[in-house]
């Protein structure tokens, strides 16, 4: 049998219900691989030992009684930092929550619960996910398991991270303008944005409301679907999520791209994109070809303007979400202060990270009377034309195909010191969540320097069985290609 930790999540899910594995093995064999890498990696900010194994226990006995059927039952994951779990530390990678233990339970994770699955720990992510690096994290960065000189990619770059070093079955992460599908893309793995009201945000700490969604990260493409499958639906608690019964992601998985029209927008494959990542794009284009896919490059339009309008709503959604950070309600609070608004004042300027006050500043900024119209409002007529762009090629494409971020992994630190740069890596990721429509990244090569370059597929809203569909036959064609990160292949850190 192969080690187990280098199983799938559904291929550990089936071993638990053939009774060949107990949820409590595969949960001892994933803290055991977490203590081999962690120290290197750090992906996890807190790893519940006692937590996990009592609740693997009381699994295993619910298998055993028939009370748990469900395909994933017993699997261990791993939870961003930034879902709400009922007594559990949740600090969304920040001093200011670092204390924090919430009351309630997000709805995702709830349903990882409901379907018997065990979770880990936290992972780590930039400072309220904010950020394209896993470095903005209060407790320190993240290293990618491929080359722990450079970052994971951001913000659930801890998620990435321990998928890739095969310290969790799978992985939640959360989605504002990339951040699922770039980590996935520089750390080899799989992860899907789903449409925007696709899984309920309850008990998602929001940075970006109208742009944020939860969605899996695994280490293929069945494994992303059996988690959205677990994940998506109605949720009364979040008047946003979509009243929809389309949530069997597996059926109908295998069922091939013959005579799938696949759109690749010239306007990505442009200045600024490393000739290596464009190259395994283009020939990822052409095994769809080669599978039956008709493909094409057409105009997108409107790229160049996605990222001036991303990062205008999402700081100002943010400043005005962070608000209730303020001592008073949740986590930290400055010592030493005199009156209300000084412990306000020193609470936040203590408790929040460059970063996230530069976003606060910003987002206030572009909502402040005066600025509101010219900045605001012109980021949102923009918004709704980048959704009108994808309406069109929609019309006549089923999927669209491009990359997922300019570059593969950079170096530690490098993005720190130019914080414009690394908002400019963003670029095929946000417009995504400025439409609301889902995007999954896969892994389709590798750079001279042997890491990662990720693929994305787009669809329209509501139609992620499409984009799975599609990455699935692709993986397929990959899969003899398809490599592992050098510290899981030496069986732990180098
Ligand atoms: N890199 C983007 C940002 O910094 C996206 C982050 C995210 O998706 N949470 O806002």
Same mark, same amino acid.
């Given at each position: 049998?192969?080690?187990?930790?280098?199983?799938?999540?559904?291929?550990?899910?089936?071993?638990?219900?053939?009774?060949?594995?107990?949820?409590?093995? &595969?949960?001892?064999?994933?803290?055991?691989?977490?203590?081999?890498?962690?120290?290197?990696?750090?992906?996890?900010?807190?790893?519940?030992?006692?937590?996990?194994?009592?609740?693997?226990?009381?699994?295993?006995?619910?298998?055993?009684?028939?009370?748990?059927?469900?395909?994933?039952?017993?699997?261990?994951?791993?939870?961003?930092?930034?879902?709400?779990?009922?007594?559990?530390?949740?600090?969304?990678?920040?001093?200011?929550?670092?204390?924090?233990?919430?009351?309630?339970?997000?709805?995702?994770?709830?349903?990882?619960?409901?379907?018997?699955?065990?979770?880990?720990?936290?992972?780590?992510?930039?400072?309220? &996910?904010?950020?394209?690096?896993?470095?903005?994290?209060?407790?320190?960065?993240?290293?990618?398991?491929?080359?722990?000189?450079?970052?994971?990619?951001?913000? /659930?770059?801890?998620?990435?991270?321990?998928?890739?070093?095969?310290?969790?079955?799978?992985?939640?992460?959360?989605?504002?303008?990339?951040?699922?599908?770039?980590?996935?893309?520089?750390?080899?793995?799989?992860?899907?944005?789903?449409?925007?009201?696709?899984?309920?945000?309850?008990?998602?700490?929001?940075?970006?409301?109208?742009?944020?969604?939860?969605?899996?990260?695994?280490?293929?493409?069945? =494994?992303?679907?059996?988690?959205?499958?677990?994940?998506?639906?109605?949720?009364?608690? +979040? /008047?946003? /999520?979509?009243?929809?019964?389309?949530?069997?992601?597996?059926?109908?998985?295998? =069922?091939?791209?013959?005579?799938?029209?696949?759109?690749?927008?010239?306007?990505?494959?442009?200045?600024?994109?490393?000739?290596?990542?464009?190259?395994?794009?283009?020939?990822?284009?052409?095994?769809?070809?080669?599978?039956? &896919?008709?493909?094409?490059?057409?105009?997108?339009?409107?790229?160049?303007?996605?990222?001036?309008?991303?990062?205008?709503?999402?700081? $100002?959604?943010?400043?005005?979400?962070?608000?209730?950070?303020?001592?008073?309600?949740?986590?930290?609070?400055?010592?030493?202060?005199?009156?209300?608004?000084?412990?306000?004042?020193?609470?936040? /300027?203590?408790?929040?990270?460059?970063?996230?006050?530069?976003?606060?500043?910003?987002?206030?900024?572009?909502?402040?009377?005066?600025?509101?119209?010219?900045?605001?409002?012109?980021?949102?007529?923009?918004?709704?034309?980048?959704?009108?762009?994808?309406?069109?090629?929609?019309?006549?494409?089923?999927?669209?195909?491009?990359?997922?971020?300019?570059?593969?992994?950079?170096?530690?630190?490098?993005?720190?010191?130019?914080?414009?740069?690394?908002?400019?890596?963003?670029?095929?990721?946000?417009?995504?969540?400025?439409?609301?429509?889902?995007?999954?990244?896969?892994?389709?090569?590798? +750079?001279?320097?042997?890491?990662?370059?990720?693929?994305?597929?787009?669809?329209?809203?509501?139609?992620?069985?499409?984009?799975?569909?599609?990455?699935?036959?692709?993986?397929?064609?990959?899969?003899?290609?398809?490599?592992?990160?050098?510290?899981?292949?030496?069986?732990? $850190?180098?």
């Amino acid at each position: 049998m192969k080690e187990l930790t280098r199983l799938t999540a559904v291929e550990l899910g089936e071993k638990i219900e053939a009774g060949e594995i107990s949820s409590v093995e &595969a949960t001892k064999a994933y803290l055991d691989r977490i203590g081999q890498t962690d120290k290197d990696v750090h992906a996890y900010i807190t790893v519940d030992t006692e937590g996990a194994l009592a609740r693997a226990e009381e699994v295993d006995r619910k298998i055993r009684a028939g009370e748990l059927t469900g395909p994933l039952a017993g699997v261990p994951v791993a939870v961003k930092d930034n879902m709400c779990i009922t007594g559990t530390l949740t600090t969304c990678a920040s001093h200011i929550l670092d204390n924090f233990k919430p009351v309630y339970t997000a709805t995702a994770v709830q349903k990882l619960l409901d379907s018997g699955m065990v979770i880990l720990g936290r992972t780590n992510m930039d400072e309220f &996910a904010m950020g394209s690096t896993t470095e903005t994290s209060y407790f320190g960065p993240t290293r990618n398991p491929w080359d722990l000189s450079r970052v994971p990619g951001g913000s /659930s770059g801890g998620s990435a991270a321990a998928v890739a070093a095969e310290s969790c079955a799978a992985a939640l992460g959360s989605d504002t303008g990339g951040s699922i599908r770039q980590p996935a893309g520089f750390c080899g793995i799989t992860g899907i944005k789903p449409t925007y009201g696709r899984v309920s945000r309850y008990g998602l700490i929001a940075y970006g409301s109208s742009l944020d969604q939860i969605g899996p990260m695994g280490k293929d493409v069945r =494994d992303c679907a059996a988690l959205l499958s677990v994940i998506a639906g109605h949720d009364e608690k +979040d /008047s946003t /999520s979509a009243d929809r019964m389309d949530t069997d992601f597996i059926t109908g998985l295998s =069922d091939g791209v013959k005579g799938m029209k696949i759109g690749v927008p010239a306007d990505y494959l442009i200045e600024g994109l490393d000739p290596e990542v464009k190259r395994a794009v283009l020939e990822a284009a052409d095994s769809f070809r080669a599978m039956g &896919a008709e493909v094409e490059e057409f105009d997108l339009g409107m790229v160049e303007y996605a990222i001036p309008a991303y990062y205008v709503i999402a700081c $100002a959604e943010a400043s005005s979400n962070l608000e209730r950070f303020d001592g008073v309600k949740y986590g930290f609070r400055a010592k030493d202060f005199e009156g209300l608004h000084d412990m306000y004042k020193k609470t936040r /300027s203590e408790g929040f990270g460059t970063e996230v006050k530069r976003r606060i500043m910003l987002g206030s900024f572009v909502l402040s009377s005066g600025y509101y119209d010219a900045y605001y409002v012109k980021a949102l007529r923009v918004k709704a034309l980048i959704k009108q762009a994808f309406d069109k090629a929609f019309e006549k494409y089923d999927v669209i195909l491009g990359p997922v971020a300019p570059t593969t992994a950079l170096p530690v630190g490098e993005s720190l010191s130019d914080p414009i740069k690394m908002y400019l890596g963003d670029i095929y990721t946000v417009s995504v969540n400025l439409a609301g429509l889902p995007g999954i990244s896969l892994p389709c090569g590798y +750079d001279g320097k042997g890491l990662p370059i990720g693929l994305q597929l787009l669809g329209q809203t509501f139609e992620e069985k499409k984009i799975l569909r599609a990455a699935h036959a692709f993986e397929d064609c990959f899969r003899d290609k398809l490599r592992r990160a050098p510290m899981v292949q030496e069986g732990g $850190a180098r």
